[in-house]
Structure formats: C-alpha cells, structure tokens
C-alpha cells in the first residue's frame, strides 16, 4: 500500500511539468468522496460519472486551471468517510472536497472540511443539521435541501384533491425527515404512519394493513433497493390501479427504472431534475452523457455535473489561485454557470432556491422513464433558510 | 374486516416463512451434517437470483430461468465446496466464520463485475402476475401464493429424500459416524460435495423465486441470511423438521408483529410515539421468539441427532 500515495504524487508531479502555461503554479486539488461498492454504488458512479464528464468536456481543466481529482470509495460506511477526509485534508492537501451520498456520511464529513477551512460541495446529502443552525460560508449544496422533494410531493397531493394519506418510510433520521417534510405541507388526513426496517426486503405486512386503512393515496420514501422492492410488491398486490403512488424521485432514477420496469407506470415522483428538462444546457448535457456512458443521466449525475459547472465557473473567476478564498466563496455564492435545471441560485444558506418538478413514469420507445408533467414550486426556499445566520 | 386482515396477514407470514425455510433447509443441512458455520450460504442466494434474471430475460422462459439457476448455484455451491470448504471442516467456527466472510467479499465484487452495479429486472411470470381474491375482498398476489406451493412441495421432497432414499441414510450416516460410513466404503468427500450441492441449489431456488418481488442486487443475500440464522436456531441446528417450523414461527411472528404491534400501541399511547416505538419493537419480534425458545429449549425446538429428519 505504501507505493500509492508516491505513484500518485509521481502522477500529480508528472501533470505539472507535462501542463502548459496553467493559471497558477499549483494544481486545483478536489476530494471526491462517493460510494463506488456494495449497496447504493450505483449512486455514487452516477455522481462521478457526471462530475468527470464535465471535466473531460473541459479537456481535463476546471476553470481553465490544471485540475487534479482524488476519487475514493467509501462503501457507504461512515468510519471511511472520516477517514478519507482526514487524508485528503492533511496529505493530499485537496482544497475542495464533493461527492457524498448519504446524510450520515455528510454529517460526519462536512463540519470536518469546513472547520479546516476547506470547501465542500455538495452533490446530494443536504441534512437539515447542516442548513439552518449549522449552515457554513464554505460549505455549498449544488443538489437540494433534504426535504425539499417531500415537501413538494406533499403540495402535489393537495393539488390533487387526495384527502386521506397512507405514508413510510423506514426506521432513521433521512426517513423521519421525509415525513416530517411531506406533512409540512400535506393538508389533508394521515390514516397511517409506518417506519419500516432499514433495508426491509418483503413489505407484505404494511400493504395488508396499507389496504385495509383505504387511503386516496400512498406516500413512501424507500431509497434505493427498499424502493424497488416495495414498488413490485405494490404493484403485485394490484394496488397501483387503485391507489395511486407519490415519492420523491429517490426510488424512480433511471438506474431503478430498469429494475422496476412496467409495475412501476404511472407513478408521480418530485424532483429538481429530469433528463427531459427543455433547456440548451441540459439537451447538451443529456447528448454528452448518453454518448459517453450509454445510459440515461439520473438526478444524481446531473448534481454531479452541476458540481463541477460551479466549480468551473468559480475556479475561473479566481484565474485558479485557490489562494484567494474569499474571491473563491464570492464566486461560488454567485452561481454563474448553465445550470441543466434551467436556472440556478444559492439562498441565504447556500442551497438552492429552485423549482421542483412532479414527474410522471411512462414508457416510451426506450423503455420506462420519467417524464416532466410540471412544477410543483416555483422558487422554493427551504424550511431552514431562516434559521442560518449568513 | 379484521378477521380477514388477520387472516391476510397469516398467508404473507406463511409466505415469508416458505422463503426462509428454502434458505435454511439448505443451511441447516450442512451445519448439522458437516458442522461447517457458512454464512457464504446468502452468496449462493445471489448467484441464484441474478442467474433467473438473466436467463429469463434471454430466454423469455421464467421456468428455464429457475432451472438455470438451480443448475448454476448446486455448479457454485460444488466448487466452493471442493476449493474452499473442504480446507475447513476441520478447523474452528471462528476460522469457518472468517474465510465464508472472505467468500461473501468475493462473490459481490464478482457479481458487480460481471452484472455492473444495477439492479436487475426480473417479473412473474404472466399467469402467476395477477391477485387471487381467495378471501373476499382481498385481492391475494398469485405469485405469493405460488410460493407457499412451490415450499411446501420442497419440503415434502426433502423428508422423502432424507428418511427414504440411499443417499438420504448415507446424509444421516455421514452426520453421526462419519468415520464408521468412511470405513464402509462410502466417498465421504464425495457425499459431501453432494450435500453442500444440494444446500446451494436450495439457496439458489429461494433467490431465483425471491428475484420477482425484490430487488436483485449485490448483497441482497445479507439480509436474508441473518433471519435464516434465527430459524435455524429456533428449529435446532442441523434439523429440516426444525428449519421448516423455525421458518414458518418467524415468518409468522415478523409479519404479526410488524403488521399489528403499532396499530395495537395506538391504543395505548398517541399516535406519533405508538408509530415509532411500534417501528423500533416489531424489528426486535422475532430476536425476542429466538430468546424465548432459547430460555425453554437452550438447543432449539428440534434435535438434529438421533432423529436426523
């Protein structure tokens, strides 16, 4: 093991001399840490993916500055996460670090990275911990604030006149938060409120008793493969004809489409994002990304994407001497790039004022996908906006 | 209305416990006989899934799928067996325990490089796709019933090749006198193989019929493979009588306790507490079973030994 470390500083020296006439004398260092193994590591690719497809559209150079990215593994696991982190910041010297998944990991990364004075970006986790209270100059959320699509799958019921609701999610802090969110907005009757196992393979049980309580509609918050699990068995149970299904686009990404297949058609499902978005940024996008790695974008590599779009926008604006911090953050807080979403600024948190979209699953000629029925909100600022003293 | 829901409720834990019985027939089987610990056993539960997923899919056959994956899982099962197993009958459980670990690793990381990260799609087939409204007013998924038909069919097969068949007296022979059935001019090694074969295939058939109504994917086996761990230890190890009443009391307490420990602390307390304490209790139901029966019965509700059925 102890070769890597001087592999890669060989590979690192090696860019230098090879780079011509680069805007400052060292290398713009980034820190991704995603999940690449075991469960949720399609998750993790998507967002490289998408990341590394906007820095190979650039020829290499975010900003036009010589760019270096360190990619690791953490296989979901928080103990990793903390200890990548401390090894970029105190080895690798990364200046920005990005990527994480998951809220728990984020929780236990990003206050590290920021306390060292570091940037970090977010591609996807936005805790509610960490935009309120707990908000930071150097820590920007390019994806949403975690509630946002519960929330609005909560509005999107109301408009659709759905009186009685059945929601779940499973059993920790990401899954009470989603169903605090949908209730911030949902006005009608919650007939019941179940918290499932994490990783709860067979959901016969709640459909039974999900049945038998005849709600208008069900809300789940199921990432991941729960989703796929619970969609197929609802839709077994011959319930989807009757009762129709709301979630957040979690369990309906392109990747758990293909999974799913048919049984998941007609579903409705919030989001910020959707390949079928109609903007130049995002067909140019969509193009890019399909060429390259033969499948549809999900949400979570147009997020990995718009991380390095910032990135690009705000390296440039400091002509790649990361040096200059404040001139760094100015540029970040700015959010001068062809956002995919359309349009695209930060709050007085650092997260994203946006819109979010309702989708709908339907099949098409490439088999079954999302597509963009309408905005649920316009400009939508998050719940915690007010709390964060910035 | 709610004597249905109960009785709705009692088919799906009986379907839950078929499912489990599948996995630990085959892991009780090899416990018991070869006093081998493997947990491995959810890797063979894999290979069998992705294997129906993708023969399915080629060949547009679910039952070619199914019999493909039987094939492929006993085929993994042997060769694990005659590689790695042999070198540890007899070593530690704790020897045991680390190198089947090492097999798990092993078989994600080859699934993931041989299938990418995805999951997979896999359906019932067309007739099995649809609800059979067998109690009124609620409409029962066909395919879970086919399920419960297809375990109970196992298990009766199982009994006949065990207490009826050459091969099923060489099996608790070879549990008992292993030295005794060697002297005899049986291939030990050789039954082995067969037996560690026939536990795999069993994995294989619950990941094959599992693959239709969840999501295939690396690791899918880990979680199954720790309630098949508990009915194991609630039937008694090495027991098929005790893995199919084990699997079918946990299949039933899970689902009862899920389905009507929140709704009943409703009553009790108000609603939010009832719903998240009710979350957090019924995950514990069936550890809590496992405790009971380990207070009045410290080896489980059945010998193996002795009465090898």
Redesign the interface.
């Given at each position: 093991m102890k070769f890597l470390p001087s592999v890669l500083g060989l590979c690192a020296a090696a860019g230098l001399s090879l780079g011509v006439a680069s805007a400052a004398d060292t290398p713009v260092k980034i820190g991704m840490i995603t999940t690449l193994?075991?469960?949720g590591?399609?998750l993790g690719?998507d967002t490289r993916d998408g990341f590394d497809l906007a820095v190979k559209m650039r020829d290499g150079k975010l900003g036009g500055a010589e760019t270096e990215i360190i990619t690791v593994d953490d296989a979901r696991k928080v103990g990793n996460a903390k200890q990548i982190v401390t090894r970029m910041l105190k080895q690798d010297n990364v200046d920005i670090v990005t990527g994480i998944v998951w809220s728990n990991l984020a929780m236990a990364v990003i206050p590290t990275v920021t306390k060292a004075d570091k940037f970090y970006i977010s591609t996807n986790a936005g805790p509610s911990a960490l935009a309120g209270k707990g908000c930071d100059k150097n820590y920007f959320n390019v994806a949403y604030q975690n509630d946002n699509l519960h929330e609005a799958m909560g509005q999107y019921a109301n408009d659709q006149g759905v009186k009685k609701a059945f929601i779940l999610a499973p059993?920790y802090p990401a899954g009470k938060d989603s169903l605090t969110g949908f209730k911030r907005y949902f006005k009608g009757e919650i007939v019941g409120?179940?918290?499932?196992?994490l990783?709860q393979?067979?959901y016969?049980?709640?459909i039974?008793?999900l049945?038998?309580a005849k709600p208008d509609a069900v809300f789940f918050f199921l990432p991941?493969?729960?989703g796929?699990?619970f969609v197929?068995?609802y839709n077994?149970?011959?319930l989807k004809e009757t009762t129709p299904l709301y979630g957040p686009a979690f369990s309906f990404d392109e990747?758990?489409l293909?999974?799913?297949?048919?049984?998941a058609l007609g579903v409705h499902n919030s989001s910020q994002y959707s390949w079928d978005l109609d903007n130049d940024a995002n067909k140019k996008f969509v193009q890019a990304f399909q060429a390259e790695y033969k499948r549809k974008p999900s949400l979570y590599a147009a997020q990995g994407y718009e991380a390095a779009l910032l990135l690009d926008s705000a390296i440039a604006a400091v002509n790649g001497d990361m040096s200059n911090k404040d001139g760094f953050r100015d540029a970040l807080k700015a959010a001068k790039f062809d956002s995919v979403r359309g349009k695209f600024k930060f709050g007085n948190n650092n997260h994203p004022i946006q819109d979010i979209y309702v989708r709908e699953v339907v099949k098409s000629d490439t088999g079954v996908t999302n597509k963009t029925v309408g905005p649920v909100f316009k400009d939508h600022v998050d719940a915690y906006a007010a709390m964060c003293k910035m | 209305m709610t004597l249905l829901l109960f009785l709705e409720q009692t088919l799906n834990g009986l379907q839950q416990g078929v499912m489990l019985f599948l996995m630990a027939a085959g892991l009780t089987l090899v416990f018991g006989i070869m006093h081998l610990l493997n947990l491995a056993h959810g890797s063979l539960y894999m290979v069998g899934a992705y294997v129906c997923a993708t023969v399915t899919q080629a060949s547009g056959s679910f039952l070619i799928g199914v019999l493909a994956a039987l094939g492929a899982s006993a085929a993994t099962g042997m060769v694990i067996e005659v590689l790695a197993m042999r070198r540890l009958y007899a070593r530690e459980h704790l020897d045991q325990v680390l190198a089947t670990f090492g097999i798990i690793l092993f078989f994600n990381e080859l699934v993931k490089i041989l299938w990418g990260p995805q999951a997979l799609f896999l359906n019932p087939p067309d007739i099995l796709n649809g609800t059979m409204e067998i109690l009124p007013g609620t409409p029962y998924p066909t395919y879970r019933l086919f399920i419960i038909a297809i375990g109970l069919i196992v298990a009766l097969g199982l009994r006949h090749l065990i207490l009826n068949t050459r091969v099923g007296m060489l099996i608790r022979a070879g549990a008992t006198h292993r030295e005794m059935v060697g002297a005899l001019g049986v291939n030990i090694d050789w039954l082995y193989t067969v037996v560690f074969g026939l536990g795999a295939m069993l994995a294989g058939l619950s990941g094959a019929l599992a693959g239709p109504m969840l999501a295939i994917q690396v690791g899918m086996g880990e979680n199954i493979l720790i309630l098949t761990f508990v009915v194991i230890i609630v039937g008694g190890v090495g027991s098929i009588r005790g893995a199919l009443v084990g699997a079918l009391l946990v299949g039933l307490v899970d689902t009862y306790t899920r389905a009507f420990l929140p709704t009943g602390l409703r009553e009790i307390m108000d609603p939010a507490t009832a719903d998240s304490v009710g979350g957090a209790v019924s995950g514990m139901g069936i550890y809590i079973l496992m405790a009971v029966v380990l207070l009045f019965k410290p080896s489980g509700l059945f010998q193996a030994y002795g009465n090898a059925s």
């Open positions: 193994s075991g469960g590591a399609s690719i059993n409120e179940v918290y499932t196992k990783g393979v067979d016969a049980a709640e039974a008793n049945r038998a991941g493969g729960m796929i699990n197929k068995q077994q149970a011959g990747g758990i293909k999974a799913v297949g048919e049984a | -």
